[in-house]
């Protein structure tokens, strides 16, 4: 009979047996290291010997989550609880009297709040809004005082010029909205959840990836990649766009626009991984799904962002996506060839990075190699 004391036998997948048995305590190799017990029968043997620790096992995760808590609230509290425009465009056509007045006035109340672009006249000035070189400008004239603004900024930028028009002039502004948003994106925020997502699946996409086969050559890797990326641009256009409506730039665009993105956050996760390890994760999360969303763009313009945030909107993949839908969907494609340029240019230097770090690797394991074949001569 069988002592109490024993473990059963485990079936690995593979259809082998585990005896938990033949290395008892105290005879176990040297080189082995105690595992966790086998709390959930059936996990293969080869993960229980490969689990850490009990303490370790314990903390890390703790430690992990709670760093990436933080940086978190702390990020999008430091950036959101109390917004104030920092060098934000804001156009003005009105007489040189009252232009200068105006600008007086709004500096005066925000100092560096706005950097001002002046226009011949009313007609001009909507020109300019519609092609995304400012988000509002205010307009002086026979008929008064008022406001020019795109909708399709969002209503938190178009909220808060009026209400610093209202200051500056003395009296309520009446808005005009010239580039009003889609039906189907009332709030204006559509490009950012649409851009969040597809950065949350990148990030998964690329840790999977490595966990399940973290030896996978890079062309292997980089078909991976273009398999997901093509179909989460096909998947979210037709959820985002041809569903909701919410994104009414053309099916095309906003499928290359999305794949891009979720192809440069594939790549870049993976880079992350491969340069620190285990670490590669939660700095990809900090970097990418953090930091990275909160300077999109999709929530509130750079220029409203804090003074250390701002500039990584100018760096970073889901800013120039946001920008690209947006162009692509309200502003006659301003900005979108620059958008498209900068997402290539991640999703290509990601890859030139993996391939030489890969190319690197090689070399070293060569030498180690070659060395170890001369020591055995």
Not at 164 to 175: E, K
Not at 226 to 254: D, E, M, Y
């Amino acid at each position: 009979m069988q002592s109490s004391s024993e473990l059963p036998a485990i079936a690995s997948p593979d259809g082998t047996l585990y005896d938990p048995n033949a290395h008892p305590a105290g005879h176990r190799p040297a080189h082995a290291r105690p595992a966790l017990a086998d709390t959930e029968p059936g996990i293969p043997a080869p993960v229980l010997d490969a689990a850490a620790g009990v303490r370790k096992a314990m903390l890390v995760p703790v430690v992990t989550a709670l760093a990436i808590g933080t940086i978190f609230v702390a990020v999008y509290l430091a950036a959101f609880h109390a917004p104030s425009a920092r060098h934000q465009p804001l156009g003005i056509a009105a007489s040189d009297t009252v232009a200068a007045r105006t600008e007086l006035a709004l500096n005066s109340a925000a100092p560096d709040a706005y950097t001002f672009h002046r226009y011949a006249d009313a007609d001009a000035a909507r020109r300019a809004i519609v092609h995304d070189e400012v988000p509002a400008a205010l307009v002086g004239d026979a008929r008064g005082m008022r406001l020019l603004a795109a909708g399709a900024q969002g209503p938190s930028v178009v909220s808060s010029l009026a209400t610093a028009a209202t200051q500056a002039v003395g009296h309520p502004v009446p808005v005009r909205d010239v580039r009003p948003l889609a039906a189907g994106d009332a709030r204006g925020l559509s490009a950012f959840y649409a851009a969040f997502g597809v950065v949350l699946a990148g990030f998964l996409f690329a840790v999977s990836s490595y966990q399940i086969a973290p030896r996978l050559p890079l062309s292997a890797r980089a078909a991976s990649m273009l398999v997901f990326a093509a179909a989460s641009g096909a998947t979210v256009a037709l959820i985002a766009h041809s569903g909701f409506g919410a994104l009414p730039a053309s099916f095309l665009t906003v499928a290359v626009v999305v794949g891009l993105l979720a192809w440069a956050t594939a790549a870049a996760t993976g880079v992350l991984l491969r340069l620190f390890g285990p670490l590669g994760m939660p700095v990809a999360s900090v970097l990418l799904l953090i930091l990275g969303n909160a300077t999109s763009g999709g929530i509130l313009p750079a220029t409203f962002l804090p003074a250390w945030l701002s500039p990584l909107a100018e760096l970073l993949a889901p800013a120039a996506a946001i920008q690209a839908l947006r162009d692509a969907a309200y502003f006659d494609n301003a900005h979108l060839t620059g958008s498209l340029l900068a997402l290539v240019a991640w999703v290509v230097g990601c890859l030139a990075l993996q391939y030489l770090l890969d190319r690197i690797a090689a070399r070293r394991d060569a030498t180690a190699l070659s060395a170890t074949a001369v020591l055995g001569h």
